[in-house]
T-cell receptor
Framework: QQPVQSPQAVILREGEDAVINCSSSKALYSVHWYRQKHGEAPIFLMILLKGGEQKGHDKISASFNEKKQQSSLYLTASQLSYSGTYFCGTGLGGKLTFGQGTILTVHP | DTGVSQNPRHKITKRGQNVTFRCDPISEHNRLYWYRQTLGQGPEFLTYFQNEAQLEKSRLLSDRFSAERPKGSFSTLEIQRTEQGDSAMYLC??????????????FGSGTRLTVV
C-alpha cells in the first residue's frame, strides 16, 4: 500500500518553513526521506525507525509517530537548494514503497 | 567508489523489441533494487536482490520483465516485447541489508526508456 503524502505541492520564499507529511494505512516500521531534483536521481536524506525518534540533518528534521502511522519532514529557514520533489518511503525488511511525492519550490 | 552506475542513460526502442539495462551497485552493498518511475510519480518497486538471490518481484510486473544478478555484483533488467506503456525511467538502487547500516538507498541516475 502506497503511503500518502501531503501537501502535493508547496511554494515558499527563502527563509520560510515547511512541513511535509507521510501517512500509511499499515503499521510503520521504518520511514526513509529522499529529495529528487528534476532529471536527477533521488538523494537519501534520513531514515527513521520504529520508536518515535526525531532526527535532524542541518535545518531538515523528521519525526515518526507510530500511533498515527505518520512521519513528518520539517524544513526550517528554507534555502533555494531545498527545491525539488520530496518522497517518503515506507517498508519492512529493506524494501521500500514510495509516496507520490511533494513538490517544494523555494523562491528568492 | 563512484556510486551506482546505470547503462545506458537513454534507450529508444521500437514496440516489440527487447531491451536490457545494466546496473553496477556500490561494491559493499549486498542489496540491489529496481524501480520504475513515470513523470510526476514516486518510484514504483519492481524487484530486489540480496547478493545473487532475487527475494521479491512485484506482482504488478508482467512476465515480460526479468532481472538477474548472477554473481551478486552487477544486475541486468530485461524487458521483452516492449510496449508503449513501458516507457519510463528505470532506477537502480543499492544498500546494505537491514541491520548492517542505516544509510538508506543510493540511487543510480537511471535509464530512460522510450518505446515508439
Amino acid at each position: 500500500q502506497q503511503p500518502v503524502q501531503s501537501p502535493q505541492a508547496v511554494i515558499l520564499r527563502e527563509g520560510e518553513d515547511a512541513v511535509i507529511n507521510c501517512s500509511s494505512s499499515k503499521a510503520l516500521y521504518s520511514v526513509h526521506w529522499y529529495r529528487q531534483k528534476h532529471g536527477e536521481a533521488p538523494i537519501f536524506l534520513m531514515i527513521l525507525l520504529k520508536g518515535g525518534e526525531q532526527k535532524g540533518h542541518d535545518k531538515i528534521s523528521a519525526s515518526f509517530n507510530e500511533k498515527k502511522q505518520q512521519s513528518s519532514l520539517y524544513l526550517t529557514a528554507s534555502q533555494l537548494s531545498y527545491s525539488g520533489t520530496y518522497f517518503c518511503g515506507t517498508g519492512l525488511g529493506g524494501k521500500l514503497t514510495f509516496g507520490q511525492g511533494t513538490i517544494l519550490t523555494v523562491h528568492p | 567508489d563512484t556510486g551506482v552506475s546505470q547503462n545506458p542513460r537513454h534507450k529508444i526502442t521500437k514496440r516489440g523489441q527487447n531491451v536490457t539495462f545494466r546496473c553496477d551497485p556500490i561494491s559493499e552493498h549486498n542489496r540491489l533494487y529496481w524501480y520504475r518511475q513515470t513523470l510526476g510519480q514516486g518510484p514504483e518497486f519492481l524487484t530486489y536482490f540480496q547478493n545473487e538471490a532475487q527475494l521479491e518481484k512485484s506482482r504488478l510486473l508482467s512476465d515480460r520483465f526479468s532481472a538477474e544478478r548472477p554473481k551478486g555484483s552487477f544486475s541486468t533488467l530485461e524487458i521483452q516485447r516492449t510496449e508503449q506503456g513501458d516507457s519510463a525511467m528505470y532506477l537502480c538502487a543499492s544498500s546494505l541489508a537491514p541491520g548492517q547500516g542505516l544509510d538508506g538507498y543510493t540511487f543510480g541516475s537511471g535509464t530512460r526508456l522510450t518505446v515508439v
